[in-house]
């Protein structure tokens, strides 16, 4: 009897906060004393966040949100540092990010001799018959230039010498061409007498002996074998490297404060992998996924694989991925006018303009968005008509949200096409600066100037963008691209084009709501408002007050998906 005396009082407690008040519907977190951007117009700014069953429960001021605290509450005091919602990669290769993790890391190579050392390093524990690969090398980032080169690339010799009994496969850090030693041609087959296939090319020396460079569609004389020899490993053997991949790529997302990324293109079976991990709740990034598979798969599943937010919204697929051309620094990017340092070439239509117009009639059946990667102006042009028509076909047919993946290279007269037709530019800050010191090299200084990342022309003629890394091409690090867009300062602080930087509010805009839009899940993410998902990222720094130089340095101390904590930066 004397326990249930003593027991009222205390369950009275548990309704109870520090400040005396009845708290009648606690918060699992608040995060108090901070210096929010919410994203949310309506509510711009705010200090703290109460979190209650994965979604946010209410933002305000410091002393409004404590009203929330009860006996279980996690507090968090954040001491002044800056609260906004995670960051949503726009495009980016996950389940690539993953693997670049698993091969040879070649961004940091400053020339080709230390790939050759990088390769021969490996060659030296493979196995023979092993295929060596690795992923991030630019020939135009080469210092010294390679020596022999055809057309600034380097020739296989050195390369194959040190990897006699492996084949050799090396991807250029846009994704777009292959290097390949001797032992991989041998394998495939290839040699002086292999015909470029339709939507590709092979670099040739002046005698026509391929130098181990394919371009675009190219890659596929190697890349087949090469998948044959994947295919070789056991179900076992291919499960765990796919959970491995993912694993290593929400690890990479969360601990730079990512909580959504679009993966830009995916076959059915590996959708199917990640629904079965959503099943398993083992996703721990929300994931939109585009589709990338043939038309006939395509015909087959569209219907039965889309989905918005399943699994507790951590798997949306309402999009197909299609390419037009490939990239500028493989020359491979679609042009009005010839390019200006290889006046032979205007670059590639990888896709038959035919087969997307099929494609996108598929999409149009099915509901789906197009998102279609052009780099290129005669590429942007040739998307941003095929869109006009098809629209145009299909008055009826609603909130498309079509994409244009890339939009990096556009002509003057195409620029307002985008928001006439309420076409969505999913660029990427990082490309620009990384791209800078050989877009004019390239194209010239007045194509450059006219429309090479157009940011501003775009968010002024009122278009819509998203933001991205397109990682593992670049680093996935949103901090990095954040800066690329409201600088546009390259390694060397030189500024490329500065009429064209974002604001910072249009810059978090990007890689947040707009984001967010693109993927239909505005009503569950992209702004910190009560009752969206509690994606939020906690930053070391006020990305829209703190100064150019500090944006770099800034670090992400908390990363909360569903809220849930699912980075904590060791310091804190």
């Avoid at 800056?82 to 993790?101: C, D, I, L, R, Y």
């Avoid at 490996?122 to 992923?135: D, L, M, N, Q, S």
């Avoid at 006699?164 to 087959?189: C, D, E, Q």
């Avoid at 050989?438 to 940011?455: C, L, M, S, T």
């Amino acid at each position: 009897m004397r326990f249930a005396f003593i027991a009222a009082p205390l369950i009275a407690a548990l309704l109870i906060n520090c400040g005396g008040k009845e708290v009648k519907n606690p918060a699992d977190i608040i995060l108090i004393n901070g210096v929010v951007a919410t994203m949310d117009d309506s509510n711009p700014t705010a200090q703290a966040v109460a979190i209650k069953e994965g979604k946010i429960l209410a933002v305000g001021s410091t002393k409004e949100i404590e009203n929330y605290q009860g006996p279980k509450t996690e507090v968090i005091d954040l001491a002044g540092k800056f609260v906004m919602p995670g960051f949503n990669e726009s495009h980016a290769h996950f389940v690539g990010v993953g693997n670049s993790k698993m091969i040879l890391d070649l961004h940091g190579a400053k020339n080709w001799d230390e790939i050759v050392a990088i390769v021969a390093k490996a060659a030296e524990t493979a196995k023979p018959g092993e295929w060596i690969i690795g992923r991030g090398w630019h020939q135009e980032k080469f210092y010294p230039k390679p020596n022999p080169n055809v057309n600034g690339y380097p020739v296989h010799d050195l390369l194959s010498r040190v990897s006699p009994n492996n084949p050799v496969m090396l991807t250029h850090a846009s994704g777009h061409a292959i290097f390949v030693n001797a032992k991989a041609m041998l394998v495939a087959g290839v040699n002086k007498n292999t015909k470029d296939p339709e939507g590709g090319y092979v670099e040739r020396d002046q005698f026509g002996n391929p130098i181990g460079v394919f371009e675009e569609n190219a890659e596929n004389l190697i890349r087949k074998f090469y998948e044959e020899y994947l295919a070789k490993r056991t179900p076992e053997q291919i499960q765990s490297d796919f959970e491995k991949q993912v694993q290593l790529a929400s690890d990479e997302c969360l601990k730079k404060g990512i909580t959504s990324c679009s993966d830009a293109g995916e076959p059915f079976h590996i959708i199917d992998l990640l629904k079965n991990l959503a099943d398993k709740e083992e996703l721990k990034v929300r994931l939109n996924v585009m589709v990338g598979d043939t038309y006939d798969n395509m015909k087959a599943q569209l219907a039965s694989h889309k989905m918005v937010g399943y699994g507790n919204g951590h798997l949306t697929v309402t999009s197909v991925k299609q390419y037009i051309d490939g990239a500028l620094g493989s020359r491979g990017a679609w042009m009005l006018e010839p390019y200006t340092d290889m006046p032979s070439t205007s670059g590639s239509n990888v896709t038959p303009i035919d087969e997307l117009k099929k494609i996108a009639d598929l999409a149009l059946a099915n509901n789906y968005q197009m998102r279609i990667h052009a780099i290129g102006d005669r590429g942007n042009r040739e998307v941003l008509n095929i869109y006009e028509e098809k629209f145009a076909q299909n008055p009826s047919n609603g909130d498309r949200r079509w994409c244009i993946e890339h939009a990096q290279h556009l002509s003057a007269q195409d620029i307002p096409r985008f928001a006439k037709l309420g076409v969505i530019a999913a660029m990427q800050g990082v490309h620009c600066t990384s791209d800078a010191s050989f877009v004019p090299v390239r194209i010239g200084d007045a194509r450059a100037e006219e429309g090479a990342y157009a940011w501003k022309k775009l968010i002024n003629s009122g278009a819509k963008i998203c933001n991205g890394t397109d990682a593992p091409v670049e680093d996935i690090d949103p901090v990095k691209c954040f800066y690329s867009s409201v600088t546009r300062k390259n390694s060397e602080g030189k500024v490329f084009y500065g009429d064209e930087k974002m604001s910072r509010l249009e810059a978090l805009k990007t890689y947040t709501v707009n984001g967010a839009y693109a993927s239909f899940e505005e009503n569950s993410k992209g702004s910190l408002s009560a009752g969206k998902y509690a994606d939020i990222v906690v930053l070391s720094n006020d990305l829209l007050k703190c100064a150019d130089e500090e944006i770099q340095k800034t670090k992400v101390m908390y990363t909360i998906v569903g809220g849930k904590i699912l980075f904590k930066a060791a310091s804190n």
